[in-house]
């Protein structure tokens, strides 16, 4: 199926017979030291929910984090009192996004940031709802590592002012946090991408805007814009697992 999507008055081409999935399936990864995913089945007196056990249905129960055991999409009731549910904050599913690939910066206590100077340089001129950041090298090692305890890299504070100052309401990345591992619970850059001063949320402006972290940008997928789509289940919690699809656009040209 091609579709036409206009996007700052321009007229793109995109397949969606054609999808890029760029998520983590829950269970690969591991950060926080979050338990592992375990699925299994449902088991009473008189039955067992598994075909190969006997039962004419295979019938599982699944017990994950979300934030700790693969790609996850989490809105503004991660870091409030309320734990308003994703559900309430995410009303559309497709957008615009533009990929960039960043390297990061060390920092003198060791830890890897990135930097206001790289997202900028690779946003320059860009106005988009959404945003992937890949980092770099991107080996598919990414895809089974186990993050916890090893202080992985993370955006710096100026970075995301500057993420939320050119407006993008959906950010995704392929690290575990956008804040530091281990930060005493500050959640400085949650925070400010919600435009939340405290657990209250009393004063909210960012409400409909998500984070979804773990993803996996392979390197045959180019740097630029593609159409997004951000799919999630209702459940009603402040994060949940996801699966973000991009589809490539190609500029239509003439009539």
């Known amino acids: 199926m091609i579709i ?3 996007h700052q008055d321009v007229n793109y081409s995109c397949n969606l017979s054609d ?7 829950m269970g690969q990864v591991r950060c926080f030291f979050a338990p592992p995913i375990e699925v299994n089945p449902y088991v009473s007196a008189e039955f067992i929910g598994s075909v190969q056990a006997g039962a004419p249905v295979n ?5 994950l984090n979300p934030h700790g055991n693969g790609t996850h999409t989490e809105g503004l009731g991660h870091i409030t009192l309320r734990r308003e ?6 009303k559309s599913y497709h957008f615009i996004v533009k990929i960039i690939s960043v390297d990061f910066d060390k920092l003198d206590n060791g830890d890897k940031v990135i930097t206001k100077a790289a997202i900028a340089t690779a946003c320059a001129d860009s106005k988009v709802e959404a945003l992937i950041i890949r980092t770099m090298p991107n ?3 990414k895809c089974y590592r186990d993050y916890s305890g090893t202080n992985p890299p993370y955006l710096s504070t100026d ?6 100052g050119i407006e993008v309401k959906h950010l995704l990345l392929d690290l575990p946090s ?7 619970g500050r959640l400085i850059n949650h925070r400010l991408f919600w435009q939340v001063s405290d657990k209250e949320a009393t004063s909210i402006s960012r409400n409909n805007c998500t984070i979804t972290e773990l993803i996996y940008v392979p390197n ?10 951000l799919q999630v289940p209702s459940i009603n919690l402040d994060a949940v697992p996801s699966k973000p699809i991009l589809y490539r656009l190609y500029q239509k040209h003439g009539k």
């Open 4 to 6: 036409t999507v206009c």
């Open 19 to 25: 999808p890029l999935d760029i998520s983590i399936p």
């Open 59 to 63: 019938f599982y129960n699944i017990k």
């Open 85 to 90: 549910i994703l559900d309430d904050c995410l």
């Open 139 to 141: 080996p598919a090692t």
């Open 159 to 164: 970075a995301m002012k500057y993420i939320v």
């Open 178 to 184: 956008v804040d530091r591992e281990k930060d005493e």
């Open 220 to 229: 045959d997928i180019a740097d630029g814009l593609y159409l997004l789509n």
